[in-house]
């Protein structure tokens, strides 16, 4: 067995918290010899009900969980962490303005931003889900002087995911037939789910699909699946949320498939004409532990208005949450 | 890729069907190269909030899931199934003696044993979880003629995992330092969770902990763990018995390891003078797809008095259902 690495759970009291940590204790993540510490946040009144979770954990017996610890402090549950999956955020109440979201998100992730600069390891991987999960990246990232932006991405996995299965069911194919769909932009209806590069089992994906699908029907069920499946479920995402974050961190640490990439929200490099730093979803391939945006791609017309589109809502949120960043 | 296996799910939409349909379709069961039609079975008014568990489960494009199907329907869910999670079960309802809850789960049973015998593979193996899990089995195969009772058990791991680790901690040691737990009877406030052969680190547990602890706090501890996690958690035990379910038949398949057992509940072949045919859990050995109780332990006249406490209980369970028999 290795060292156990650290990795620290915000929201983990929560419905995709609940759906997350199984697996990451059960070695779904870092694979079935890598014993792994847990380091769970939650707000004060959810540590109750954290402490049952806590419980079921135990008793699962997990032979790779080595340890399990529990705060409402950002400092306690970021110590040496080297992994953190950002899940908790403040959830839209009734009446709410955008402006009032992303405020509220921002003084969250401007705390856990600082108390990841201080405790966290330096080479502390980050994921942020909660939403609106870019803009919440990019604060976290301006209030962590110390860590390397790059260290701090945010979900369009679940995106990424859903574009593939929608494709894949409408070209009566599997997922594992379906390459280089890509989502570019902001995890919100603004998404762009690219499919110019995609293919299905070698062949084009647009060869295969026809084109008023993809524009009328297919873009917009991919940007607004979320509200469906809380339509039917009554719940919103959770197992399908914590796959796709598990997933984001393995390909991360792992590496993407050969001839494959997927799709992160990182700080662009200036690529594609996106402003450098703020936090874009990009196709990507994993090698080595590190991310690299898929450079040279192709752009016409249809997908650089909808990739403007997507950056210029992103831009207006930095702005509006910008007397957050530090210094 | 090998050809996809079925597997049946009844109480698909629940907490404990959520928690397990995502780890199975990952591959968490039978492994990345075996793919899983997953065959989900609801009661009517629950198949809406199962078609968003079906919709989660494409969006996670996981490339070991082909098919899902989803039925109110036991003779649907249960066709050609090569197993079966039989997971949703009558909860106990205010003010319901504890007869009516046997004999409503009863029927429910009796109907699910007649669709197995009708519509499953020969070679089913069907693992209950509903409660009660133990006479919940029984009736399921005396209502399935046509299949060898040994391939229908009841879920006792849960308790055994919380066996392993509530000693583990006690001990000072990891989950994988403990062997030779092992949970005698029903799976209920009678259980028997019996140290006297288990192992930590390779020594007897019990020159590790008291006696008086032992069988004062230990033993009512495990088994009245499932209220102290809905005491805390707010909700009862769903992804601990989701892990249970999953790894009783995981190692039913893929075999225990060397120099350890595991707990099943199984018919009784009359060893340790349990009644021939009732559905006991055991200490049991898995090696080649099959499982064998473990002969020849010791049982002192503490263990037997217990043994025999949890026997005369399932006993009662048995005699307030005989009338669910065919034949």
Request: aromatic share 6%; glycine share 8%; charged share 20%.
């Amino acid at each position: 067995m290795k060292n156990p690495v650290r990795i620290a759970v915000t929201g983990a009291a929560g419905q995709i918290g609940y759906a997350l940590l199984f697996r990451l204790a059960a070695g779904d993540f870092l694979g079935p010899d890598q014993p792994v510490r847990l380091q769970l946040l939650e707000v004060t009144p959810a540590l109750k009900a954290l402490q049952g979770v806590v419980m079921e954990l135990a008793d699962c017996a997990f032979t790779t969980l080595a340890d399990v610890s529990t705060s409402d402090q950002a400092e306690s549950a970021f110590k040496d962490a080297d992994f953190a999956f950002l899940v908790g955020a403040k959830p839209r109440g009734p009446g709410m303005e955008r402006s009032d979201l992303l405020l509220g998100n921002a003084e969250i992730f401007r705390v856990q931003g600082r108390a990841l600069d201080e405790h966290a390891a330096r080479g502390v991987r980050v994921i942020v889900v909660g939403n609106p999960a870019n803009t919440n990246a990019l604060i976290t990232s301006r209030n962590a002087p110390g860590i390397n932006p790059r260290q701090i991405t945010a979900m369009t996995r679940l995106d990424h995911n859903r574009a593939v299965a929608l494709l894949a069911a409408r070209a009566n194919a599997g997922a594992a037939d379906v390459r280089r769909v890509c989502i570019w932009g902001n995890h919100s209806t603004t998404q762009y789910p690219d499919l110019h590069h995609a293919t299905v089992s070698g062949r084009p994906a647009l060869q295969q699909v026809d084109a008023a699908w993809y524009k009328d029907e297919y873009i917009p069920r991919v940007a607004k699946r979320g509200a469906e499946v809380i339509a039917a479920r009554g719940a919103s995402s959770a197992a399908s949320a914590a796959n796709a974050a598990l997933e984001h961190m393995r390909d991360w640490v792992n590496g993407t498939r050969s001839g494959d990439w997927t799709s992160m929200g990182i700080p662009s490099d200036g690529s594609y004409g996106i402003p450098e730093g703020l936090v874009y979803s990009f196709p990507v391939t994993c090698h080595g532990g590190n991310y690299t945006p898929v450079a040279g791609l192709d752009v016409n017309a249809f997908s650089r208005e909808r990739m403007d589109a997507t950056r210029r809502e992103l831009e207006e949120e930095r702005d509006a949450v910008k007397q957050m960043f530090a210094g």
